[in-house]
């Protein structure tokens, strides 16, 4: 200290300086705190990061390979175990919403079979992998009856499917259930989407699914007036997730839509019976134009196109949302085509 001057030199004033050695202090302090929060958030954030990697990776690696996805129900297992519902997915559908499909509507379905739905794989679609999925599971469960569900797109895979077991299997199908499906590429009214699709997969361009997503989110909030909002946030996140099905397949599956000739399997399904159901507010197919072209193709197949899904809500085949509307329309359909037998006013299960 200079006693002349009364004051610290500058570099030791600095440090001696009360409120600067306490900014010192506190601001280290505030780094320690910083620092171990940061990495316990980052050791926290890395391991759900690797956790959902993995978990992604598990999720793709399983669905390379179309599968049957049972659902079981003992009831229908222990009265029908010879006979099974099988559902072909729609547009879009996850393995998980497949399987949701089928329990909103077993109050109906178990009254006449057990209960499967097709994964379709996500490398792409491939019909040759559908059908040879489909003949395994009815050689495991040993099966003589089958129903088909065709749930929107899927009514069109059904149907060739029923046609290929039929011509090389001797498989017989009793019933294919058409919901929503559209009978050719005419029938969708978002073709300028579909088109786009189509010309991309068949250019080998794959869709982001961000943009898929967000393209998505967009159209759900245009037709607003078809779902609720907690149906546009849950089925805009069921495409970003891991278990939502790939771009690779989703395009393939509008490629198929794109090419589908219905009339190349008149005449090749025997006594398959066909029922039309939907609705005249889907803004998704044309409901007019496609129940009418189903029902001109086979006549000789076709036996209901008269039920209606009015008041459902999206319009467009929607059974897990609305199975207050589709269970009691699907057993009208089972008691008519196929009734069970009778002993006086009781009905005899066998």
Excluded: C
Excluded at 17 to 24: E, K, T
Excluded at 156 to 175: D, H, I, Y
Excluded at 314 to 334: G, K, R, T, V
Aim: proline share 5%; no cysteine.
């Amino acid at each position: 200290m200079d006693p002349q001057a009364g004051k610290f030199p500058r570099k030791q004033q600095r440090w001696q300086d009360p409120g600067s050695l306490a900014r010192v202090l506190r601001q280290a302090a505030e780094l320690k705190s910083f620092s171990r929060r940061s990495f316990l958030i980052g050791a926290g954030a890395s391991t759900a990061l690797a956790a959902d990697m993995l978990f992604t990776r598990q999720v793709q690696a399983e669905r390379r390979t179309t599968k049957i996805l049972p659902v079981g129900d003992d009831f229908a297992e222990s009265y029908y175990p010879n006979s099974s519902w099988i559902l072909f997915p729609g547009y879009k559908t996850s393995w998980e919403e497949a399987q949701w499909i089928l329990n909103s509507i077993r109050g109906s379905l178990r009254q006449r079979g057990q209960m499967a739905a097709v994964g379709y794989s996500n490398l792409g679609l491939e019909v040759a992998e559908v059908v040879d999925a489909v003949l395994a599971y009815i050689n495991e469960r040993k099966l003589n009856t089958l129903y088909f569900y065709g749930h929107s797109f899927g009514g069109m895979l059904a149907t060739e499917v029923a046609a290929l077991l039929r011509e090389r299997n001797g498989v017989s199908v009793k019933l294919i259930l058409l919901d929503s499906s559209p009978f050719s590429k005419y029938d969708i009214l978002d073709q300028s989407w579909f088109d786009g699709v189509v010309f991309l997969y068949e250019s080998g361009f794959q869709v982001p699914s961000v943009l898929r997503g967000g393209y998505e989110l967009g159209e759900r909030v245009v037709n607003k007036h078809e779902r609720t909002w907690g149906q546009i946030w849950d089925q805009t996140l069921e495409q970003l997730s891991p278990i939502a099905p790939s771009s690779v397949l989703i395009q393939s599956e509008s490629d198929y839509i794109y090419h589908f000739d219905g009339t190349r399997f008149v005449d090749r399904l025997g006594d398959t019976r066909m029922a039309f159901i939907g609705n005249p507010n889907d803004d998704t197919v044309n409901y007019g134009t496609a129940r009418a072209a189903w029902a001109k193709t086979f006549p000789l197949n076709i036996a209901s196109t008269g039920r209606r899904t009015d008041g459902a809500r999206p319009a467009h085949a929607s059974p897990q949302w609305n199975p207050f509307i589709y269970n009691p329309i699907i057993e009208d359909l089972e008691n008519e085509l196929f009734p069970l037998p009778r002993a006086g006013p009781r009905v005899v299960f066998y």
